[in-house]
């Protein structure tokens, strides 16, 4: 069963995420362990071809610092692997991307680099006192599936959902629109600028995306400043001009 936990952003909207559970983890983190295993035998290679091309001897003394920059580069790529990738890319790794899955702070904000350094330090917590045991028991035992790092560092993982924005033709002649309440009294509104937008919110669903983008810099977004309509990021342009054609056409009697 899916588990969402909700917040409610500065702007008093109610965000929802939906956690990542042990299956997906799992598949990231495989992938990502599989990237990383690769890239050290890389550096192997590379480190260990350097080395006889700039020290031939085969004595200990000469093989000392390759052998020290082997245990360095074995014991710290993998943490800086998660943590560079993380804190870098906002909260994915690689595997991550493929499992559509990201790490972000408690409260919906995006990850801080020091969270990332903490909660993949901890990674060695969670493998005692064998592989993951820990790390598991302690996403079965909290409500948010945090493992022992994300409870340290204030993080959770969460699915990244694929929405599509689909547009329907303004409904003008139904009802209220929900928005109408964010668009004011519209008082400075002629009827030449509510037809001319009816028409651009009759056409949207049609037009192509870099028209729909055009129109909207151009026609709708000039029009909301003189109108005193505030954009808002999370509510998309073309439904705040439908909101403003229902209520100007309404209140005029247009439609």
Request: proline share 5%; net charge positive; hydrophobic share 50%.
């Amino acid at each position: 069963m899916a588990v969402e936990i909700a917040l409610l952003s500065p702007e008093k909207t109610v965000l929802t995420y939906r956690l990542a559970g042990v299956g997906s983890r799992l598949l990231a983190h495989v992938v990502d362990a599989m990237i990383v295993v690769f890239g050290l035998y890389l550096l192997f290679v590379l480190v260990g071809t350097i080395a006889s091309l700039l020290m031939p001897g085969t004595g200990a003394d000469a093989m000392g610092p390759v052998s020290g920059l082997f245990v360095v580069l074995f014991t710290l790529g993998p943490f800086a692997y998660f943590i560079l990738f993380e804190g870098l890319w906002n909260g994915q790794t690689i595997g991550k991307k493929l499992a559509g899955i990201r790490v972000r702070m408690a409260d919906g904000t995006p990850i801080t680099f020091a969270a990332s350094t903490a909660r993949n330090f901890l990674r060695v917590a969670d493998f005692l006192p064998f592989v993951y045991f820990l790390g598991v028991v302690s996403m079965f035992v909290n409500p948010k599936l945090q493992r022992i790092g994300d409870l340290v560092a204030g993080t959770v993982v969460t699915h990244e959902d694929k929405v599509t924005t689909s547009f329907s033709v303004a409904p003008h002649r139904v009802g209220i629109h929900p928005l109408e309440s964010m668009v004011g009294e519209l008082r400075n509104m002629t009827d030449a600028q509510y037809y001319v937008l009816r028409r651009y919110c009759d056409r949207f669903p049609e037009l192509p995306v870099e028209v729909q983008t055009k129109l909207t810099d151009t026609v709708w977004l000039p029009l909301a400043k003189n109108l005193g309509v505030e954009m808002k990021p999370d509510i998309h342009p073309l439904f705040l001009a439908e909101a403003v054609v229902m209520k100007y056409g309404r209140v005029r009697g247009l439609l």
